[in-house]
């Protein structure tokens, strides 16, 4: 599992968040959009790492020790450097922090699977077709 929490589109920016708002909607989860940037802030769980083991995975279900942790997603879209390699590239940025203690969470080895999980929801995986290439 890739540790990033980002991803480049050459799709229309606003396409993307009106598409992401669309599903947060139908997931029926509350969001807050920027009136300033293109942003999206909305409170999700960071759900365990799931294991390779299914028997461990059993076990775990079993013991019912981990139900996640609450944070606080925010979601933004950054144009990238207008080089000839990334023109009309962006970036679609994903933070996590705790609602509490603003501390970021998204080194949590937990971040990367819940972004994942929603970069590749069928109506969110199109905007997923580039990469940043770095300038020589």
Do not use: W
């Amino acid at each position: 599992m890739q540790k990033a929490t980002k991803f480049f589109t050459t799709g229309a920016p606003l396409d993307y968040m009106l598409t992401l708002t669309k599903y947060l909607e139908a997931d029926k989860t509350e969001f807050d959009v920027s009136g300033t940037y293109l942003q999206v802030k909305f409170n999700t769980t960071l759900k365990p790492v799931p294991t390779e083991d299914d028997e461990e995975e059993e076990e775990k279900k079993d013991e019912n020790t981990d139900e996640g942790v609450p944070v606080q997603c925010k979601v933004r879209v950054f144009q990238c450097v207008d080089d000839e390699a990334n023109a009309g590239k962006h970036c679609i940025d994903f933070t996590y922090t705790d609602p509490k203690t603003k501390k970021n969470m998204t080194r949590d080895e937990r971040a990367p699977h819940h972004f994942a999980e929603l970069r590749d929801q069928k109506e969110l995986k199109n905007f997923f077709d580039a990469t940043y290439t770095e300038s020589q």
